[in-house]
């Protein structure tokens, strides 16, 4: 289904689209499953509820090493795809590391609206800065940069949740400013008005927290994803970081940095 033809531009559509640029993108996905079934193997999570829904869930993986910090991380898939579960191949490599990693799930898009996984989003974390007092790194990659944006700019006391405090945070490949997706086919699902998207784009959004913010994008990603860091880059000077290539990556393994993004973060 696309939207009404007074929204939808194909050329738009495409350069949102990572799966039309990456040719064996289903091999990439499959090994997200693969790898996280033998991350879970070797290092079983213990999951918890940051709510009462069937989706506000978390693995937590620790590791043997003293933790240094506590990373949550929020996948991507357009807030219409994907749990938690096929994105535990991140956590060995943090766990070595000394982190304690912290994978949410939300509810999908279109049974709940964007700003309804926001509000399970901030409800996650804070819950885990209660759980997990000390430094705390929130990352997301694609859809879950855009989460982990709007969590870098909330008030928690205006949302009715405990302050949280930020060591720093990271957006893989983000979507910043939501409205060019009004063009593409996630608007039937996303259904967001002018207005709604300019209020859910962190680009239009001030920081709340001073805390630094890394803007990274995979260097062969398309022109859009690039143009998307450099508006978060641009208006969140002083907070976000100048734009970083990743290079040699794309839209599915990029990811695979959060590591040496994190670790830039303890320095």
């Not at 991507?76 to 990693?101: I, M, N």
Request: proline share 7%; aromatic share 10%; no cysteine.
């Amino acid at each position: 289904m696309t939207p009404p033809p007074d929204l939808f531009n194909a050329a738009i559509n495409d350069d949102y689209m990572p799966s039309r640029r990456v040719l064996d993108w289903k091999e990439q996905v499959d090994s997200w499953t693969r790898d996280s079934a033998a991350a879970r193997e070797a290092y079983p999570p213990l999951e918890l509820a940051y709510g009462e829904g069937e989706h506000e869930r978390l693995d937590v993986f620790e590791g043997v090493a003293e933790t240094r910090a506590t990373l949550l991380f929020i996948h991507g898939g357009y807030w219409q795809a994907f749990y938690k579960d096929t994105f535990s191949y991140l956590a060995p490599p943090l766990l070595d590391a000394g982190f304690r990693v912290a994978v949410m799930s939300y509810d999908l898009n279109p049974a709940v609206t964007l700003a309804q996984i926001v509000a399970q989003a901030r409800q996650a974390t804070a819950f885990v800065a209660t759980q997990f007092p000390g430094p705390l790194i929130v990352a997301g990659h694609s859809a879950g940069a855009h989460l982990a944006a709007m969590l870098h700019a909330t008030d928690w006391a205006a949302e009715g949740l405990p302050e949280v405090e930020l060591t720093g945070s990271i957006g893989i490949s983000g979507l910043y400013d939501l409205g060019p997706l009004r063009h593409t086919e996630l608007q039937p699902g996303l259904q967001l008005s002018e207005a709604e998207a300019r209020a859910l784009s962190p680009a239009f959004l001030s920081p709340t927290s001073a805390a630094p913010f890394i803007v990274a994008v995979g260097g062969e990603e398309s022109q859009s994803f690039l143009w998307q860091s450099q508006q978060l880059a641009g208006a969140w000077a002083g907070v976000a970081s100048p734009v970083q290539l990743l290079p040699g990556r794309h839209h599915f393994n990029a990811p695979d940095e959060v590591l040496g993004l994190a670790l830039g973060l303890l320095r």
